[in-house]
């Protein structure tokens, strides 16, 4: 599986972006999908996931109510749109797909995509 994040970009503080995460190569509609994201001289660190059918969502304490992910499986894509953006969120986002199922933990993951910087001016 090939994951391609885009939609990255320089925003305000308070402005949306959404983010798309295309998968090639072999469909993911049986794979829960996850966003992270890494900020300059930080760890990568767990953002959102949702299972395979879209029906369960998890996001971090730090994104809950401002940020969803969602997908749709007949266009192998996943989204994360993101409201209310605050300059902690500016990082490279990146998409991941867990195989197995779902989950919080970068670990879990076998399928990395190469990131969209997100950066968000106060």
């Known amino acids: 599986v090939q994951l391609q994040a885009s939609g990255g970009g320089l925003v305000q503080a308070g402005d949306s972006l959404r983010l798309s995460c295309a998968a090639s190569g072999r469909t993911i509609s049986t794979y829960g999908m996850g966003w992270f994201r890494q900020a300059p001289g930080k760890e990568r660190e767990f953002v959102a996931a949702?299972?395979?059918?879209?029906?369960?969502?998890y996001y971090s304490d730090s994104v809950t109510d401002r940020f969803a992910i969602s997908r749709d499986n007949a266009k192998n894509t996943v989204y994360l749109q993101m409201n209310s953006l605050k300059p902690e969120d500016t990082a490279v986002y990146y998409c991941?797909?867990?195989?197995?199922?779902?989950?919080?933990?970068?670990?879990?993951?076998?399928?990395w995509g190469q990131g969209t910087l997100v950066t968000v001016s106060s």
């Open positions: 949702i299972n395979w059918s879209g029906g369960s969502t």
């Open positions: 991941a797909a867990n195989p197995p199922g779902w989950g919080t933990q970068a670990k879990q993951y076998a399928y």
